[in-house]
C-alpha cells in the first residue's frame, strides 16, 4: 500500500520561509514523479510544483516560481519542497502527490497517490 506522509508545515510571517517534507512508502518499481499542489479555503486545488524522482526535472506554477524549490532524496523516497518569500496569499492545506510514468504532469486526476495534506499558514 503506498503512503505518502507531509510534514513541516505550521505558521509563518511574510517574508518569511517553510520547509515541506513528502516522505513515500510503499511505492511500486518504476519511474515516479512527486508534486506538491495546495488548496486555499472555498478554492481548488491547485499545482505548485513536481520533480521527476529520476530525472531531477522540475516544474513549478507561475506564482510560486522564483520563491519555492522542489527538491528529492530519492535514497529515502522523499520530496522537499523549500518555501522562501512567503505571502499570505500561500495560506492553503498543501498535498503531495504521486504519480507512476516519466512525463511532468501538472492536473490533479492524474496523480494516483496522495498525502492527506498539511496546514501552512502564512501572517502579516
Known amino acids: 500500500q503506498v503512503q505518502l506522509v507531509e510534514s513541516g508545515g505550521g505558521l509563518a510571517q511574510a517574508g518569511g520561509s517553510l520547509r515541506l517534507t513528502c516522505a513515500a512508502a510503499g511505492l511500486p518499481s518504476g519511474s515516479y514523479s512527486m508534486a506538491w499542489f495546495r488548496q486555499a479555503p472555498g478554492k481548488e486545488r491547485e499545482f505548485v510544483a513536481v520533480?521527476?524522482?529520476?530525472?531531477?526535472?522540475?516544474s513549478y506554477a507561475e506564482v510560486v516560481k522564483g520563491r519555492f524549490t522542489i527538491s528529492k532524496d530519492n535514497a529515502k523516497n522523499t520530496a522537499f519542497l523549500q518555501m522562501n518569500s512567503l505571502k499570505l496569499e500561500d495560506t492553503a492545506v498543501y498535498y503531495c502527490?504521486?504519480?507512476?510514468?516519466?512525463?511532468?504532469?501538472?492536473?490533479?486526476?492524474?496523480?494516483?497517490?496522495w498525502g492527506q495534506g498539511i496546514q501552512v499558514t502564512v501572517s502579516s
Open positions: 502527490a504521486g504519480r507512476q510514468g516519466n512525463m511532468l504532469v501538472f492536473t490533479r486526476p492524474n496523480y494516483a497517490y
Open positions: 520533480i521527476h524522482l529520476l530525472s531531477g526535472q522540475t
